[in-house]
């Protein structure tokens, strides 16, 4: 049954699959128990499961990591739920000095079992405090997992695969996603942590991206098609551990690179894949690996400035025409205009919640 749901529902399936599964699974975060129930991620579990396994809490990021860190060790699941990565900032402290470190602090005795949804991405102009993507400076840290599936089924899979995973596991969701949909199965299921997935197999140039930009990269890659260019695009899925093996037979194979990373391109997540690049496949490139990313300035709050700001699939075509020698080309030649604002994915979203 190729049954179609979207990716906010396939979290909420989840998430519920997960509760159903074992009673010490609990969510919390602000919002959690909201009408808008985080883009509809957390809708009507409160109901079924009550409010002391589904529940808001106070506007203190830090200490309220710390209770989930404790509940973890004792034996709970917890899932937290930030709806902007922006401020997980201010948890930065449990999360590196205490969840990640956790394991090794005490020779592999006792683990952190601890899942944070973390929403990223722009939408109706938050601007440089409310729409940043911070995955680079997490995933800089060992012991701690790091993923951001783009596809409705891997969010289902992998966010299941992280609460039953041992270690602290950062889930990223693009504000974007949530209402994209897709195949998946009823189910409940693991997609394994730290495997990248070929989502359009190609042999020109390889289109490796995380995210949203998985997205952006599959219009891309259907525009290059009418054009004669067969990209490969990879969905990176794991930003740590990243599944080298996985991202370099894409790379060894096509002999090109576009990387691809709704984040600021200075240390970012695309200049890793570049570096992989360069060290593993060097006498395999026929060209230098180009990088697709935001440009190192505060994000934009106004859809002028937005449509300036963001790389899109027109971006990456152009990138890749470049790349082969081809003339670069418009949205409308390229067939790839959009019916949005540069801060709507389409004209149903309806805020940054």
């Known amino acids: 049954m190729n049954r179609q749901i979207s990716y906010g529902e396939a ?18 975060g602000l919002g959690v128990p909201d009408p808008k129930a985080i883009f509809g991620t957390t809708s009507g579990l409160e109901a079924k499961y009550g409010n002391k396994r589904v529940f808001d809490m106070p506007t203190s990021e830090n200490a309220m990591t710390g209770v989930c860190i404790g509940s973890a060790l ?21 999360i590196v000095n205490n969840a990640a470190k956790w394991y090794s602090m ?15 991405g722009r939408g109706w102009g938050q601007g440089p405090q409310h729409s940043q993507n911070l995955q680079a400076m997490f995933a800089h840290v060992p012991g701690l997992k790091v993923v951001a599936p783009a596809l409705p089924a891997d969010a289902k899979g992998m966010l299941i695969a992280a609460v039953h995973d041992e270690d602290p596991v950062l889930f990223i969701e693009h504000r974007w996603l949530h209402s994209t949909f897709g195949h998946v199965p009823t189910e409940m299921y693991d997609t ?4 990248a997935k070929i989502v359009r197999p190609g042999t020109d140039v390889s289109i490796v991206a995380t995210s949203f930009m998985v997205i952006e990269a599959l219009r891309a890659a259907e525009a290059l098609a009418r054009d004669g260019i067969e990209a490969e695009v990879v969905d990176v899925r794991s930003i740590r551990p990243i599944d080298v093996d ?36 060097f006498n395999d490139l026929r060209a230098q690996p180009i990088r697709i990313t935001l440009p190192d300035w505060h994000t934009a709050a106004s859809p002028i400035a937005a449509a300036m700001y963001y790389p899109t699939a027109v971006t990456i075509a152009n990138r890749v025409a470049e790349l082969l020698g081809k ?27």
């Not at 979290?11 to 919390?28: C, G, N, W």
């Not at 683990?111 to 944070?116: A, D, F, H, Q, W």
């Not at 394994?192 to 495997?195: D, E, S, V």
């Open 11 to 28: 979290i909420r399936e989840a998430t519920d699959q997960l509760m159903a599964e074992s009673d010490r699974v609990y969510v919390m």
């Open 74 to 94: 004792v034996g709970m699941r917890p899932i937290m739920v930030h709806q902007r990565i922006d401020f997980l900032l201010l948890a930065f402290d449990q």
């Open 106 to 120: 005490f020779n592999g005795q006792q683990s952190v079992p601890l899942v944070i949804r973390a929403i990223v």
């Open 192 to 195: 394994p942590l730290g495997k």
């Open 246 to 281: 996985g991202i370099m037979t894409s790379v060894r194979k096509t002999g090109r690179l576009v990387a691809c990373d709704a984040a600021w391109k200075t240390g970012g997540f695309a200049g890793e894949l570049v570096a992989l690049a360069v060290e593993l496949a």
């Open 327 to 353: 003339p670069e080309r418009d949205a409308e030649t390229w067939q790839l205009v959009r019916n949005a604002p540069a801060d709507q994915p389409d004209l149903s979203f309806i805020g940054p919640f």
